[in-house]
């Protein structure tokens, strides 16, 4: 089971929907805030996808829940945008949140930074921003992919000018 991951689009579209076409082989995409609009505007396009999403910061008057738990491939998956785990400051918060919900991962968006972490016995999952990158040159995005033996793993990837993808870990 792979998903593309996807986060912090605000409003500049062009990129997921590249990718999502590039990816026509993956057939669950994972939007995590930011903005809820573009998810639900990509969700219309790709109508043969699975589409999970959730608010983020900037979705203020969003009915779209902050946080939402999926089931991949026999994976607890907890989905959030991470403002309200203060992911800007650690990433201590988002991982007791994580454990505390059973999570087998937590996915997060909001700092615009790709981050794979495993250090505190939860995979932490942070994608990027496929449009406003703020530590790469490029905009970033991910793939998280559940082994038919269950396990997890998380891919990020820088999105180049000409269309192709840099594997950064």
């Known amino acids: 089971m792979r998903a593309l991951v996807i986060s912090d689009t605000h409003r500049y579209l062009n990129n997921a929907h590249n990718l999502i076409e590039k990816y026509s082989d993956i057939n669950t995409v994972i939007h995590l805030g930011d903005l809820v609009d573009d998810a639900e505007k990509l969700k219309a396009q790709f109508k043969d996808r699975q589409f999970y999403y959730v608010a983020g910061n900037n979705d203020f008057y969003s009915s779209v829940p902050y946080e939402t738990m999926i089931a991949l491939g026999g994976k607890k998956i907890l989905l959030t945008h991470g403002h309200r785990q203060r992911v ?14 059973e999570a087998d991962a937590v996915l997060f968006g909001h700092i615009h930074q790709p981050v794979l972490d495993e250090s505190m016995g939860i995979v932490l999952f942070n994608p990027g921003s496929i449009s406003l990158p703020r530590s790469t040159q490029y905009p970033t995005y991910g793939i998280l992919e559940v082994t038919q033996s269950g ?17 950064l870990f």
């Open 88 to 101: 800007n400051y650690n990433f201590l918060s988002i991982s007791l949140w994580g454990r505390e919900k």
């Open 151 to 167: 396990v997890i793993r998380c891919q990020a990837y820088e999105y180049c000018a000409d269309g192709g993808s840099k594997q």
